[in-house]
Structure formats: C-alpha cells, structure tokens
T-cell receptor, first 113, second 114 residues
Framework: QKEVEQDPGPLSVPEGAIVSLNCTYS??????FMWYRQYSRKGPELLMY????GNKEDGRFTAQVDKSSKYISLFIRDSQPSDSATYLC?????????????FGTGTRLKVLA | DAGVTQSPTHLIKTRGQQVTLRCSPK?????VSWYQQALGQGPQFIFQ???????QRGNFPDRFSGHQFPNYSSELNVNALLLGDSALYLC?????????????FGDGTRLSIL
C-alpha cells in the first residue's frame, strides 16, 4: 500500500462547477499537507499549505484536512478552463531532522468551456 | 524576485553516459531538494541539501549524487545512465532546512535516455 493514495483521473467538469479532489494517507506521522498545481511541461506550483485539521480558504480554493480519517481534500469553486492541470497532494513528516515530502500520483483535471 | 531556475530545459543522452543538472534556488532559500517525476506519476524524492551537505536521501542508488555550493545552488549528477532514468527532474527550494517551510519548484529538466 502506498503511503499516499490519489485518484489519477482524468476528471472532466463543466466550467463553473465545484471540483473536489482528494487524497488518503496511511502514515500518522504526516504533519503538513500541501496541494500543488502542475501545468503540462511546467513544475508544480504551490496552491495551499496547511498544518492542522480543518479548512483553509484562499480565493476560489479551499483545503480541508481530516487527520482522524487520514483524508485531505481540495475544493475549487467556480472552476475555469484555466484550472485544467494536474493537481498533486503532498504531505511531509519530520525524519532525520528534516521534513521529507511524499507526493500523490496527481489527479488530471479538465474544465470544459 | 526570481523563482527556482533549472538548466538545461531538455537533455538527450545515451545509456551509460553521465549527466549533470543544475539548480538555482529561489532568493532567500538555503535548502535544495531534488525529485524525479516519471510520466503520469508524482515526484519521487531523491535527496536534500542544506549547508552544503546531504541531509536526507530517498530510495535511489548511488549513481545519483549531488552537491550544494556556498551560494546555495545545487547540482544533480547521474552516472551510468539507464533507460529508466528518463524522467522530469525537479529541483525544489525552501528556507531554513529544519522547519517545514513549503517547497517551491522549478520547471525541471526533461531527461531522455536513448
């Protein structure tokens, strides 16, 4: 079993829809949770960065963390064609005195105009 | 404010050759991590450098080695290239290696092995 599980998609939605992206994890030692967006032929771009359980909102994006269920989500409101990209969840744990990142496989999202 | 920059953008090598990839971290960052991203997969951690030393290493063979310079820039070296080394190699930087500041990525070097 992988430490981080993420549905690879692809996920196709109409413009204006609410998108829900999810990851589950098995390692209770994960402390920080991130969402990155990666456009084709580009590097991952940090979208959201959270520590505690609960919700964090930034514009059209809301990150949700449920540590008891080992489940994180990213919600995108009023989705736009420009949101079409691969979304990577990442989690970090303290190991050997530094934080080690583990990524999901990424979910490909396509927002249709 | 320049972000993370990587060079070259693309590289084509043959099996058995050696390659060096370069990374300049975001201004103000002192920690550099390297990742390998195969097609359709998430980034896999190779190693992290802080204060010119390798602080942590992922599950990669010794053919993968690195270096960090006093100006915080870094190199990734891969020896005896295999077909399976074809991937996007990403560099990420962050500040203050011992706290979990979020990592910022460059656009990567796409390495193709023939």
């Amino acid at each position: 079993q992988k430490e981080v599980e993420q549905d690879p998609g692809p996920l196709s939605v109409p413009e204006g829809a609410i998108v829900s992206l999810n990851c589950t994890y098995s390692n209770s030692a994960f402390q920080y949770f991130m969402w990155y967006r990666q456009y084709s032929r580009k590097g991952p771009e940090l979208l959201m960065y959270t520590y505690s359980s609960g919700n964090k909102e930034d514009g059209r994006f809301t990150a949700q963390v449920d540590k008891s269920s080992k489940y994180i989500s990213l919600f995108i409101r009023d989705s736009q064609p420009s949101d079409s990209a691969t979304y990577l969840c990442a989690m970090s744990e303290l190991a050997s005195g530094t934080y080690k990142y583990i990524f999901g496989t990424g979910t490909r999202l396509k927002v249709l105009a | 404010d320049a972000g993370v920059t990587q060079s070259p953008t693309h590289l084509i090598k043959t099996r058995g050759q050696q390659v060096t990839l370069r990374c300049s971290p975001k201004s103000g960052h002192d920690t550099v991590s390297w990742y390998q991203q195969a097609l359709g997969q998430g980034p896999q951690f190779i190693f992290q450098y802080y204060e010119e030393e390798e602080r942590q290493r992922g599950n990669f063979p010794d053919r993968f080695s690195g270096h960090q310079f006093p100006n915080y820039s870094s190199e990734l070296n891969v020896n005896a290239l295999l077909l399976g080394d074809s991937a996007l190699y990403l560099c990420a930087s962050s500040s203050t290696g011992y706290s979990n500041q979020p990592q910022h990525f460059g656009d990567g070097t796409r390495l193709s092995i023939l």
